[in-house]
């Protein structure tokens, strides 16, 4: 098992497209009831754009003279008499085409036009000028570029053209917009031919790149390309974007666009959709920029892929490589949650089956019945690529032949192999000479067993192949989504309803179980099924088509893109939803700070102070950050408090000698107070027996988990897991942590609290907002207050002054549980105080993301941070830079 973590899902059977687009009305009704901002736009972002644009005509470029004769004799002379002329319109620009590639994703997001405004955004490929000619993008003016956008935005695809597409209904053209992205050639080219294509590609495909590259590959040299596309793309969505957009980004060329897309646009909802594969955490690890680009994918709201696995893989990568956490349904990356689920693409179904019947078909489907007549046929189409597995399948229909001699001379394989963007010579010789062999050893005078035609084939033929079949065998070695197979579905239906093989590593498997499925390196299995295949009795072939016809046809690309508004929508308001916390305004800090007359410091230690370590122990507190203490807590109107998880030894090993500090223990159990040297046990009254059943659960978690251990303070005991692998450690947490709230919660005054890499109990009436409650009333006159943290601990501090930032202009308190404790003891009243602080002297503070979900105000990025803006208060510049 790769995860313990399961991704959200939503069963593909369940799937219809009415109901989803009621869905999708109905949360869009409630977000705007709610006074939520929807545009109504789907922006989506795709590597191409899905036109071809030839430049006819180049603005400030003079067309060449016409060529003079060559004798004088080519020249008569004619006198004309002068006719009137009349106002002739200048040629377009711009002529524009329709781009092949990527059907069932562009029917699918036109299809949305029938309910939303459609925007897509991509790269405008290599400019040609119209005799072919390729020219730098930079030498297109801008009054050029500008006539462009004019000439796609009146473009619409025609219906009668042969080879299109994406043809389709004229509304639908009508409501969809093309955002051009111009790029420079180096790094256009650089990005895709380089870093996609010969890093990323072969990767999530489980091959490495020196495994395909011809000459010594560097898996980064073209990363930096790779970045300043995905930057170009970023600041296009950015100059195009409105509020309530809805934007998807599509596929591996883009996983650094959402990371990007957040630090310009921080509340947009973002989905990214990876149609590739994404491979296990093993395969993914070996990738040098594989932070990088996790972060840039965890930028979205919502990653969305394939199949089930591929987002397992991809939760594993997060938790495994870099170390971060799960949340409910998706990823935490310093506050920010990234949904995790998967839908896979269907075909546009309805476009297929009438293409299925054009009038040019018939007669190139007759003639391959003619011609093959009395033979079993078998098709593939396939790209020549190396996961495409065509060598499998060739050396699989090679032992066809041997073990099942019977149809030597009773069955073909038709195989064409289309050109690949990254055609490997040495793959095709491959493919050559393995045909060549086979046609040799088991071919004669009348019997040819392998037809390879290695050509782009039209859209008849390819049709006519797949409708006169009686068998079709795909066998990719890895694939995200492969059109052919349920294109032959819909083409079968008219004919013999043949039975399909079908690779097991695709991501369409899981939902065409009716196929015959097999493992394309055992040569032998697949053999068997190519046999089982064209032996198999009309009954079962009826049966298996008829399901597989319903998945193909219920399951379509319009279905996927309603899915994935559906998904988006349903981000919106949730936990995955980005809460913009400000950055911390140092400016309005250093004005209030100057005017109060006293002032609150409430600091966490792990992660405010010093960053988050893998060992507890070396967690030291750097020169700037004991520098600023000190200063701060030099000054008379200053009141410094340390509020931490840990015990009072550490605090007093790395803090102790800063005497005007206060400190507060193990989440409030314990307290020191500035200038004193005595800890007051806030717990001393409390009934501490729980703790040795607490420690014996643990034991028995820590004995079954590698690298865990047990912290035990004198007011709460932890049991960390951070040096444990990743997915157990976290498994055994949420065992423990159920184990713990279902048999000890309920019966004991305690509280079970998940940490970093941690699970916690301790008494219930004790937490760090007890203490800030605490430091509060017995300084009811202070008028500024400064309180930082970074964690879900932290949030119980930030929810005690979550009442004193609204505009009330005399908050009263009234004494917490802690101060009531020990005033039962001591016989001391405790009357409500009146509390000189006013909303904007409040500075709640989040070490984080500035999309964190939290109750602080203001947020800072990095602990360095928070020490650069307490030494800016007192006026020193930061002394160490790394601090």
């Known amino acids: 098992m790769d995860s313990f973590n399961e991704p959200t899902h939503a069963p593909l059977g369940d799937l219809n497209i009415d109901d989803v687009r009621a869905e999708v009305r109905r949360l869009e009704a409630e977000h705007q009831s709610k006074g939520m901002k929807l545009s109504g736009r789907i922006v989506h972002v795709c590597h191409y754009l899905p036109v071809v644009a030839t430049l006819t005509s180049r603005t400030g470029v003079l067309s060449p003279p016409q060529t003079p004769p060559t004798k004088p004799a080519d020249v008569s002379i004619t006198i004309e008499t002068p006719t009137p002329t009349t106002a002739v319109d200048p040629p377009p620009k711009w002529s524009i085409a329709p781009r092949h590639g990527h059907a069932a994703m562009i029917s699918g997001i036109r299809s949305l036009a029938e309910t939303h405004q459609q925007v897509i955004v991509g790269w405008t490929g290599d400019i040609v000028v119209g005799h072919g000619e390729k020219i730098p993008s930079d030498s297109v003016s801008s009054e050029d570029r500008a006539a462009l956008q004019g000439a796609i935005a009146t473009y619409k695809p025609h219906e009668d053209e042969e080879e299109n597409e994406h043809a389709g209904d004229a509304a639908a053209h009508a409501k969809t917009t093309y955002v051009p992205v111009w790029q420079d050639d180096k790094v256009a080219h650089g990005h895709y031919d380089g870093y996609c294509k010969t890093t990323l590609w072969p990767l999530f495909h489980y091959l490495l790149w020196q495994d395909v590259a011809t000459e010594y590959a560097s898996a980064d040299e073209h990363y930096g390309d790779y970045e300043a596309a995905n930057e170009s793309y970023a600041a296009r969505i950015a100059d195009i974007y409105q509020p309530g957009d809805l934007i998807w980004v599509h596929d591996y060329h883009l996983m650094l666009v959402p990371r990007l897309l957040r630090q310009r646009i921080p509340d947009a909802v973002v989905g990214l959709f990876v149609h590739t594969p994404f491979p296990s955490s093993e395969v993914f690890r070996c990738l040098p920029r594989r932070k990088e680009i996790l972060d840039g994918m965890l930028g979205a709201n919502l990653v969305c892929f394939q199949t089930y696995s591929y987002s397992r893989h991809f939760i594993s990568s997060c938790i495994r490589v870099c170390g971060y956490e799960t949340a409910a349904r998706g990823i935490d990356n310093q506050g920010h949650i990234t949904a995790v689920s998967h839908t896979p693409v269907g075909v546009d179904a309805e476009r297929i089956a009438r293409d299925v019947l054009r009038p040019g078909i018939q007669p190139k489907l007759a003639a391959l019945r003619s011609l093959y007549e009395g033979k079993k046929i078998i098709v593939g189409r396939d790209k020549l690529d190396v996961v495409k597995g065509v060598v499998q399948k060739l050396r699989a229909f090679e032992k066809l032949l041997h073990d099942y001699p019977e149809w030597i001379g ?92 079908l690779s097991e590593f695709m991501g369409i498997s899981n939902n065409m179980q009716e196929a015959l499925q097999i493992n394309p390196w055992n040569l032998g299995d697949v053999a068997a099924a190519m046999n089982r295949g064209l032996l198999m009795p009309e009954t079962e072939r009826r049966a298996r088509h008829e399901q597989l016809h319903k998945m193909v046809t219920r399951h379509t690309s319009s279905t996927w893109a309603a899915e994935l508004v559906r998904m988006l929508l349903s981000q919106i308001g949730s936990e995955n939803t980005a809460h913009q916390t400000p950055f911390l305004a140092r400016d309005k800090l250093r004005d209030l700070y100057k005017r109060a007359k006293k002032r609150l410091f409430l600091f966490d230690y792990d992660g405010t102070l010093t960053p988050i370590v893998k060992m507890p122990s070396m967690a030291v507190p750097s020169q700037a950050t004991l520098e600023a203490l000190q200063k701060l807590s030099e000054d008379p109107r200053n009141l410094v408090f340390i509020i931490s998880g840990r015990d009072g030894e550490f605090l007093e090993q790395h803090l102790g000698h800063l005497t005007n500090v206060g400190m507060s223990a193990e989440h409030g159990g314990f307290m020191r107070e500035p200038g004193s040297k005595e800890w007051q046990n806030l717990t001393k009254e409390l009934d501490m027996s729980w703790m040795t059943e607490v420690e014996e659960i643990f034991r028995y978690y820590t004995e079954r988990t590698t690298g865990s251990h047990i912290e035990i303070k004198k007011s709460s005991i932890t049991w960390h897991y951070r040096a444990s692998d990743p997915e157990w450690g976290l498994f055994q947490c949420r065992q423990c942590q159920d184990l713990l709230e279902n048999n000890l919660a309920h019966k004991r005054p305690i509280e079970v609290l998940v940490g970093k890499k941690n699970l916690e109990v301790r008494p219930i009436a004790v937490n760090k907002g007890e203490i800030v409650k605490r430091i509060l009333y017995h300084n009811p006159d202070a008028e500024f207050i400064f309180c930082a943290g970074d964690d879900k601990t932290d949030e119980d501090m930030f929810r005690a002054l979550v009442p004193y930032t609204s505009n009330i202009s005399k908050p009263v308190m009234t004494a917490p549980v802690s101060v009531n404790l020990l005033a039962g003891k001591t016989g001391q009243r405790t009357p409500p105080k009146t509390l000189a602080i006013s909303p904007e002297g409040v500075f709640s503070t989040a070490v984080g993301a500035s999309s964190k979900k939290t109750l602080a105000q203001w947020h800072v990025t990095t602990p360095q941070e928070v020490v650069e803006s307490m030494l800016d208060l007192v006026n020193l510049p930061p002394s160490d830079p790394k601090l």
């Open 410 to 501: 009773n069955v073909v394989m038709i195989q064409v192999t289309s050109p690949a963007l990254s055609d490997s010579l040495k793959l095709e010789r491959q493919v050559s000479e393995l045909v060549a062999h086979i046609n040799g050893e088991y071919g004669s005078l009348d019997f040819i067993p392998v037809h390879h035609y290695h050509q782009t084939i039209k859209k008849d033929e390819f049709y006519a192949l797949l409708s006169v079949a009686d068998l079709a065998v795909i066998t990719p070695l890895r694939d995200g989504m492969n059109t052919t197979s349920m294109e032959f579905v819909i083409a079968q239906e008219r004919t013999k309803k043949a039975p399909l093989v």
